[in-house]
């Protein structure tokens, strides 16, 4: 099995920053594009950062120039960095990964839980 751990939320003023993490363990065989996701309320989850194997990010237009995505390979994890947030950015972030667990079985797309992220004065 494969679990992605999600951790980093909170609450914060607009204009604050926050780190998002995320660590992927279990049955990894290989880790392709990681990313990050979010879900405000009563709106459908959206893609806010990816990363790929070699490094290559996407940033959602919303978040360019203010989100950071990174990743650790040795410790199969992937970091949001948030900075000048906004009230927009409130959401549960959910961390993504393509995950190959074996010579035999394909890449299958993992979530964490997700995480609070609440942007308020």
């Known amino acids: 099995q494969v679990q992605l751990v999600e951790s980093g939320g909170g609450l914060v003023q607009p204009g604050g920053s926050l780190r998002l993490s995320c660590v992927a363990s279990?049955?990894?065989?290989?880790?392709?594009?990681m990313g990050w996701y979010r879900q405000a309320p009563g709106k459908t989850r959206e893609l806010v950062a990816t990363?790929?194997?070699?490094?290559?990010?996407n940033y959602a237009d919303a978040v360019k120039g203010r989100f950071t995505i990174s990743r650790d390979y040795a410790k199969n994890s992937v970091y949001l960095q948030m900075n000048s947030l906004e009230p927009e950015d409130t959401a549960v972030y959910y961390c993504?990964?393509?995950?190959?667990?074996?010579?035999?079985?394909?890449?299958?797309?993992?979530w964490g839980q997700g995480t609070q992220v609440t942007v308020s004065s």
């Open positions: 993504n990964a393509e995950i190959k667990s074996s010579l035999y079985s394909s890449r299958n797309d993992y």
């Open positions: 279990g049955r990894i065989l290989s880790l392709w594009t």
């Open positions: 990363t790929t194997s070699s490094g290559s990010a």
